[in-house]
């Protein structure tokens, strides 16, 4: 299971469900979901999504991925719904991923640079 998030990253897969994610890693769907219940107290979408969410914390977090529009990070981070992702960012989060993004940007902004002079 980890490895298929970890290494094939099919929590990125917008259409990825219970029956593919098992299939793509070799267990069976029952096996799958009691890993999940027991070692990770979550629900097949619900792990998926924990996972996505990482992603888009990374993706609005980073300077270099600041012009992704919301819509951006929803696709690249493997939602496929917006409510679904907002969801989902604000129980992360407690921010929407809009103020999540500004506030990250902020306090980057105010960290002094590295090797500074002064």
């Known amino acids: ?64 991925f600041e012009s992704y529009k919301i819509a951006d990070v929803i696709a690249k981070s493997g939602f496929n719904s917006e409510s679904t992702f907002a969801r989902y960012f604000k129980k992360a989060t407690d921010f929407t991923p809009t103020e999540y993004r500004e506030l990250q940007l902020k306090k980057l902004m105010q960290t002094p640079p590295k090797n500074s002079s002064h």
């Open 1 to 64: 299971i980890e490895k298929g998030i970890r290494e094939e990253k099919l929590h990125l897969d917008a259409k990825i469900n219970l029956d593919r994610f098992s299939a793509r890693i070799g267990l069976k769907p029952r096996d799958v979901t009691g890993i999940l219940n027991t070692y990770y107290r979550q629900n097949f979408f619900e792990f998926i999504n924990s996972h996505r969410i990482k992603v888009a914390i990374h993706l609005l977090s980073t300077p270099e």
